[in-house]
């Protein structure tokens, strides 16, 4: 069974600076998919940024990307120039690839609560 | 542009009653799943579905009961709520396999 781990429970930083999130996973697949999920006050769950797994490049948006480390089965989560809007748990998430049997179900993380103080 | 829409979105129940949460999407997404989130432990899977008419069982589908008589909605059934079921109820639908999932905005439910 695939399990993903955020050993963070809180995470704080400074306005305008740089946090970095951790998350690792254990799985046997060779086609997964990759996700941090951001959930701010409101309960919603936000898609922040997806990699696939047999892309090498890390996956960039905007101010998140991420640091994938395949074979140490590692996925962090780098924020840059920390805004106060980014204060929100996130949570990382697992999903096996198209060709699988998991009929797309996802596998999260405990989350980390990120704080951005002023 | 509803998306995926959950009912209600607040409730407080007592031990042993019963409630349906609603979840409706407009997008004719075949997949459909329920998830429950808790303090440290992230998002369970509770139930999913494949298709109209599918269910099946996630990682915590005890004390639940799940119906798909349509595409369009996914319908959680607690028949005889207890506190360990206080939890906020997630339900997501997505078009397939390897399509990302579009998430309702949550139901915090309180069993007292």
């Known amino acids: 069974a695939q399990t993903v781990t955020q050993s963070q429970p809180e995470m704080s930083v400074q306005e305008a600076e740089t946090v970095t999130l951790s998350c690792t996973y254990d799985?046997?697949?060779?086609?997964?998919?990759l996700f941090w999920y951001k959930q701010p006050p409101s309960r919603q769950m936000i898609l922040v940024i997806r990699q696939e797994a047999y892309k090498q490049q890390n996956a960039t948006e905007n101010r998140f990307s991420v640091n994938f480390q395949k074979a140490a089965k590692s996925f962090s989560l780098k924020i840059s120039d920390s805004q106060l809007g980014d204060a929100a748990m996130y949570f990382c998430?697992?999903?096996?690839?198209?060709?699988?049997?998991?009929?797309?179900?996802?596998?999260f993380g405990q989350g980390t609560i990120l704080t951005v103080h002023p | 542009n509803a998306g995926v829409t959950q009912t209600p979105k607040f409730r407080v129940l007592k031990t042993g009653q019963s409630m349906t949460l609603l979840c409706a999407q407009d997008?004719?997404?075949?997949?459909m799943y329920w998830y429950r989130q808790d303090p440290g432990m992230g998002l369970r899977l509770i139930h999913y579905s494949v298709g109209e008419g599918t269910t099946a069982k996630g990682e915590v589908p005890d004390g639940y009961n799940v119906s798909r008589l349509k595409k369009q909605n996914f319908l959680l059934g607690l028949e005889s709520a207890a506190p360990s079921q206080t939890s906020v109820y997630f339900c997501?639908?997505?078009?397939?396999?390897?399509?990302?999932?579009?998430f309702g905005q949550g139901t915090r439910l309180t069993v007292v």
């Open positions: 997008m004719n997404h075949e997949y």
């Open positions: 799985t046997s697949e060779s086609d997964y998919y």
């Open positions: 997501a639908s997505s078009y397939g396999r390897g399509w990302d999932a579009f």
């Open positions: 998430a697992y999903r096996v690839g198209a060709g699988g049997t998991s009929y797309g179900k996802l596998t």
